[in-house]
């Protein structure tokens, strides 16, 4: 069957299973007549199983290695069980700390922030994981550039699609061929500032910005 079929029986996107199949968890034949990824009721299953286990949190290399038969279904979830009470342990540990901090009345304009700084310090040294800052804010910073520059891009793309297909519908009527390339090449060149543009922007977050927030 197609992967659109296989898309509509497993509840699974195209997009998600072409990534399963990269990471070697799911591996359909091809049909010979067109090349195309022919799927198998197994392979169905297998995405089925694939998809519990994921929608349970179970990392994919350990789904890997229960499909290779290294690690046990029991085995698995046991440690994926002790992985989980871990996190629990974690986010309770984290949820006391706010409280206390709550439970002080203080407000913001008044807080003793080295204090509570020092003490999750020594909490992170007894094992407790707090935010990473410094992957979590800075990643969050490359949204916002990127998605406006492939918006634009693909603005400046159209441009230049509808520009050439006007030339070939009328021919006989299009302007000089330096005046249409001149016409091209000034969304083209727009295109290459903004790529410039957002690569000194990504630099900066991975520079200053970057540094600035792995100080706190």
């Excluded at 922007?201 to 200053?208: F, V």
Aim: proline share 3%; glycine share 8%.
């Amino acid at each position: 069957m197609k992967i659109n079929e296989v898309e509509q029986l497993v509840g699974v996107t195209k997009r998600n299973i072409r990534f399963y199949e990269k990471e070697g968890l799911l591996t359909p034949g091809r049909n010979a007549d067109n090349g195309y990824r022919d799927y198998t009721d197994a392979d169905v299953d297998a995405l089925r199983k694939i998809k519990l286990l994921r929608k349970l949190d179970v990392p994919m290399e350990e789904i890997r290695r229960m499909q290779q038969g290294v690690l046990t279904l029991d085995d698995g979830l046991r440690r994926h069980i002790i992985q989980l009470e871990r996190e629990q342990a974690n986010l309770a540990t984290i949820r006391t700390l706010c409280q206390t901090l709550a439970d002080t009345g203080q407000q913001l304009a008044g807080l003793d922030a080295d204090r509570w700084l020092a003490e999750m310090a020594r909490m992170e040294g007894e094992g407790t994981r707090f935010v990473n800052i410094r992957k979590k804010d800075t990643v969050t910073r490359y949204a916002g550039p990127v998605i406006a520059a492939l918006v634009f891009i693909a603005l400046m793309a159209g441009l230049i699609v509808l520009m050439a297909w006007g030339l070939t519908v009328d021919p006989e009527d299009a302007p000089p061929l330096g005046l249409l390339i001149f016409l091209i090449a000034i969304p083209g060149v727009l295109i290459i500032g903004v790529l410039l543009a957002l690569w000194q922007r990504i630099r900066q977050i991975q520079g200053g910005e970057e540094d600035a927030a792995s100080k706190y």
